[in-house]
């Protein structure tokens, strides 16, 4: 049976997230998904990449965020556990610290925080082909930040679902793409050094160069804990 392994919500884009045991989700994701940001004087986005939206903050995901209460700012929280809290301005200190120039953490950008959509979804069969391709490189799902960490038998089983009706838990979603990966999959976090080796592998897919893990949107809002069924 196809069940829900683990659940993940990423509160401030491109930092690491927290593991939660239940989820609401909507049109919108994961509540509090990757509704904070951090964001320079310029109104570019941290990332671990230089792009027209993006400016490259180094160490971003060397650390973590979670809630107190998603309807409230997030806290951050550094390589050495202290906490940042962003509703004292805490957060915005230490990452203007960490960057050397001014950054803030902030909520209401008028940029999208996502990538592409809002829900993302990967097998536990294909996360081990991954680290079978890498052998002495640490892979885990934290190399592609998904939602939903499913159990799966077979590598890119997932990819399968596509354009159908997924119930999970008393949400549907409908999956519409497999995700094109970029540098950040080889990006160094916490237990998980950096390697070009991880999207070097990836891109030498033969039916799906460069992809892995799908994306969608949930159609029917609802509740998702860990173990419950995928159909």
């Not at 970029?182 to 592998?201: A, N």
């Amino acid at each position: 049976m196809v069940v829900v392994e683990k659940l993940w919500r990423y509160p401030v884009k491109s930092i690491g997230g927290e593991r939660l045991e239940t989820a609401s989700v909507d049109k919108d994701g994961v509540l509090g998904d990757r509704v904070w940001v951090v964001q320079d004087d310029d109104g570019k986005l941290g990332s671990g990449k230089n792009s027209r939206r993006f400016t490259r903050i180094l160490g971003l995901l060397g650390l973590t965020s979670r809630y107190d209460d998603p309807a409230g700012p997030p806290v951050v929280i550094g390589p050495d556990e202290a906490e940042y809290p962003v509703a004292t301005g805490a957060a915005d200190a230490f990452l203007s610290k960490l960057s050397g120039r001014a950054v803030h953490v902030r909520r209401d950008t008028g940029v999208l925080h996502f990538d592409e959509v809002p829900l993302s979804l990967v097998g536990t069969a294909t996360l081990d082909w991954l680290a079978d391709q890498v052998p002495g490189i640490a892979v885990d799902e934290r190399r592609l930040r998904p939602n939903f960490v499913v159990r799966t038998d077979e590598p890119f089983a997932e990819e399968q679902w596509v354009g159908r009706v997924l119930r999970i838990g008393s949400a549907e979603a409908v999956f519409d793409r497999v995700f094109m990966r970029c540098v950040m999959v080889g990006m160094e976090q916490p237990g998980l050094p950096e390697s070009s080796d991880v999207l070097k592998r990836i891109g030498q897919r033969q039916d799906n160069p460069v992809c892995l893990a799908i994306g969608g949107e949930i159609i029917t809002a609802g509740q998702v804990s860990r173990g419950d069924p995928v159909r």
